[in-house]
């Protein structure tokens, strides 16, 4: 839908306007399908020094599950999380030696294109892009560890979740510098698997399919889930995650290190969709459920990783209290400023929160330039009509009737 084209006519429609307005866009994102592409043909092209492990580029993160917001301003940069997979085994080479082994090539790309040395990070490398480029892309070694995965999953009680090859598949070995023995050849490696929860995240967009036609059920189910989505094909999970995450940025801005992590939002948001075919009323599902979400296992609080119920996305919470009281501040903030929104009486006021908080290019797109620019006209009430039409008859003049709409 082109909000620029036709004017918003309900609370809906504006919220749709806002999500697209602060979506990646269409350009940006085939520029960045596009530049991880041609890393990949380069990591696995005739010369390069691990051809022979078969290296495969992929996304992670949030461009995996479409979940990508435009920067608050144009000095910022686009994260692309990338997964390079290498056929290599835990019992032939060691952590930092992958590690190496990528980089070289990495560094081989970077001079290719004339970029900066790339950096390297606890468990990736880093591109960073001509400035005008406004992208940097985070590369992390890995090996494939379906086995292993499943391994640990049994071990710790989750043997149904085990069994599901969609969300195991393709779990990963990831190179870590702090992990103890990454310099040794060894068969403890730290594990993820970013493809099993897009998986699962998908699982919870689909519940949508059949209400928003066969062609989204369809891409749906047969996408690959480590390619990413097509920025066009939008679902109103997507939608709701998107303004969440752009009401968390602002409301932190000045705060970054203990603003709430986008895999919390995410994950409690999936959960907590349930097939809602309006953005507006998926927005008041999620926000009214996503705390019932957050467990409390022998005291500590617990937002289970889907495909690994073991791991607690929320760790950080017990080192660093200020972490899980920002969560509940920012979804109590939420809670209120969407709200006011929609159960106000014109859908084309936003409250002062949210406008703050979308910023005046993103808000100009959903409502309109000229319904921003125009000063808010006064319709007369059922009330004002009575009393015009006394003050009418005391004078003699000829009313309009009061009960006639205008």
């Given at each position: 839908?082109?909000?620029?084209?036709?004017?918003?006519?309900?609370?809906?429609?504006?919220?749709?306007?806002?999500?697209?307005?602060?979506?990646?866009?269409?350009?940006?994102?085939?520029?960045?399908?596009?530049?991880?592409?041609?890393?990949?043909?380069?990591?696995?092209?005739?010369?390069?020094?691990?051809?022979?492990?078969?290296?495969?580029?992929?996304?992670?993160?949030?461009?995996?599950l479409g979940l990508v917001n435009r920067p608050w301003d144009d000095t910022e940069v686009y994260d692309l999380d990338l997964v390079c997979r290498l056929t290599a085994s835990r019992n032939s080479v060691s952590q930092a030696e992958l590690k190496r082994l990528v980089g070289g090539e990495v560094l081989s790309y970077a001079k290719k294109?004339?970029?900066?040395?790339?950096?390297?990070?606890?468990?990736c490398w880093r591109l960073n892009y001509a400035e005008s480029a406004l992208f940097h892309m985070d590369i992390l070694p890995a090996i494939p560890d379906a086995e292993g995965y499943r391994r640990r999953l049994n071990e710790a009680g989750y043997g149904e979740l085990a069994r599901s090859q969609d969300l195991t598949g393709h779990a990963l070995a990831i190179t870590d510098k702090l992990h103890p023995r990454y310099r040794d050849i060894h068969p403890d490696w730290y594990q993820s698997n970013p493809t099993g929860y897009a998986a699962w995240f998908r699982q919870r967009m689909a519940v949508r399919a059949a209400h928003t036609g066969l062609l989204l059920e369809r891409q749906l189910v047969t996408a690959s889930v480590d390619q990413v989505p097509d920025a066009k094909l939008k679902t109103p999970l997507q939608k709701v995650i998107q303004l969440l995450k752009r009401h968390r940025d602002f409301m932190f801005r000045d705060d970054l290190d203990d603003k709430p992590i986008s895999i919390i939002i995410t994950t409690l948001a999936a959960h907590s969709y349930n097939g809602q075919s309006s953005i507006s009323d998926a927005l008041e599902v999620v926000l009214r459920g996503m705390d019932g979400y957050i467990q409390n296992r022998s005291g500590v609080a617990w937002v289970a990783n889907p495909v690994n119920p073991a791991e607690n996305f929320a760790d950080k919470w017990e080192e660093t209290p200020a972490k899980r009281a920002n969560f509940y501040r920012w979804l109590e903030a939420a809670r209120r400023d969407f709200a006011l929104y929609l159960k106000g009486s014109s859908f084309l006021k936003l409250p002062k929160q949210l406008e703050e908080s979308f910023g005046q290019r993103a808000v100009s797109a959903a409502l309109g330039p000229e319904t921003v620019a125009?000063?808010?006209?006064?319709?007369?009430?059922?009330?004002d009509r009575v009393a015009a039409a006394a003050e009418a008859a005391r004078t003699n003049r000829q009313p309009a009737a009061p009960w006639q709409a205008e």
């Open positions: 839908m082109n909000y620029h084209a036709k004017p918003p006519a309900t609370h809906d429609d504006v919220l749709n306007g806002l999500a697209e307005a602060i979506d990646i866009g269409q350009s940006k994102y085939d520029d960045a399908v596009e530049r991880y592409k041609t890393l990949g043909r380069h990591l696995d092209r005739d010369g390069s020094t691990i051809k022979h492990l078969d290296p495969l580029i992929s996304p992670q993160g949030s461009f995996l294109h004339g970029m900066e040395k790339p950096d390297d990070h606890r468990r125009a000063p808010a006209v006064h319709r007369p009430s059922q009330g």
